[in-house]
């Protein structure tokens, strides 16, 4: 029995052969593959610029240090996320405050007013799992309270929503390339994307040590800069990444046709058209579920167990933290089934055999 993973990184010839390229270059950092990156994220999200870093973390690390995030500021964000969404903020002595989600496990947005405070500077909207958040009424929000908005397309690389890029609707955008993502570079990276020309200058200074020049540093910085090899290969896969969530969307049609009526499928709003980074499904007996798939070599996983706000790093810093109902009734719901731009129909049917076996509907 074949097993079936949970996701699979699409690696071909020419993605080997741009490594082997890139290698043979003799310049590693920052150079002409980065640079022309740079220029394809940007035109594929429809920016006027892309600032390549070494992760989505370290990228919005210095996204708030060049907005000025002081401590005590606090930022608007939903606690079912990755950690990582919320580690720059604390890093930088910004509070996050957290909303409930809605039925795509996005923000909810009929919360975001009431979290509102005369300390609240942003909202970080997640695209969680590939589904756009909705977006109209965080701006409507946001702009009758002077915030800026940052969206974490960290899990959404070429999501749409109103049929507009994920990445180009806030003033800022931030992509993840570690290697289960849509795009990914085989390894750690990421991208900011904006069209806000000063926003960037700072952060390119920033990401290599503070300068423009070689050895003239104007600020102190850091090292969050990328690497020629993984801009090598994440350009080739940028080429290819409108076929694989293409591959994606039909995976999610399928499932969603054999699935529906055994458990509770994802919802994709009529504005959204969803990536699927991951199929989370909402099932009962979920912890026996997955190891029922389990045994028949099958992989799933639980995107995300514990919300942020019960995280052991963070529950000192939100000792009055209201409960989010949703986000806690979620979380001992949640499966992600396998997904990726090359699953066969042939498994993805093999899944959902497994799936309503476990439930007697066979
Ligand atoms: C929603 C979300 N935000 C942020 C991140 C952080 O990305 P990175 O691992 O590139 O720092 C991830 C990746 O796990 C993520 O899924």
């Known amino acids: 029995m074949q097993r079936i993973p949970l996701s699979k990184c699409y690696v071909n010839q020419e993605i080997r052969d741009a490594a082997l390229r890139a290698i043979e270059s003799g310049y590693y950092i920052l150079g002409k593959e980065s640079a022309a990156f740079e220029d394809e994220l940007a035109a594929y999200t429809g920016t006027k610029h892309a600032v390549l870093c070494s992760s989505w973390t370290m990228g919005v690390f210095l996204l708030h240090q060049a907005m000025g ?40 947005v009929c919360h975001l007013e009431s979290a509102i405070t005369p300390r609240t500077v942003g909202i970080i909207p997640v695209h969680i799992y590939g589904h756009p958040a909705n977006l109209d009424r965080v701006f409507e929000v946001a702009n009758k309270h002077h915030l800026w908005v940052i969206e974490d397309c960290a899990q959404a690389q070429g999501a749409q929503y109103h049929g507009k890029t994920v990445g180009s609707i806030a003033q800022v955008g931030a992509f993840s390339f570690y290697p289960s993502k849509n795009l990914t570079v085989l390894g750690d990276g990421g991208c900011i994307c904006t069209s806000d020309a000063a926003l960037v200058e700072k952060m390119r200074m920033l990401r290599n040590h503070g300068r423009k020049e070689k050895y003239l ?118 499966l992600s089934l396998p997904i990726s731009g090359e699953l066969s129909t042939a498994d993805a049917n093999r899944v959902c055999d497994g799936v309503s076996a476990f439930y007697g509907q066979v």
């Open 69 to 108: 995030l002081k401590k005590g500021d606090e930022v608007l964000v939903p606690s079912h996320t990755a950690f990582p969404t919320i580690e720059p903020l604390i890093h930088c002595g910004a509070k996050p405050v957290f909303v409930d989600i809605d039925d795509t496990f996005c923000l909810d």
């Open 217 to 334: 540093h104007e600020i102190p910085g850091f090292n969050v800069r990328f690497n020629e090899i993984q801009a090598a290969v994440g350009r080739v896969a940028l080429k290819h990444l409108e076929t694989l969530n293409e591959h994606r969307r039909q995976i999610a049609a399928q499932y969603h046709q054999r699935l529906q009526g055994v458990v509770i499928p994802p919802r994709e709003m009529p504005w959204a058209k969803a990536v699927y980074h991951m199929y989370v499904i909402r099932a009962e007996k979920r912890d026996d579920l997955a190891q029922y798939l389990k045994a028949r070599g099958i992989e799933t996983g639980i995107h995300y167990p514990i919300p942020n706000h019960q995280q052991p790093a963070v529950t000192h810093l939100f000792p009055h933290q209201a409960p989010l109902p949703k986000t806690e009734q979620v979380v001992g719901e949640i």
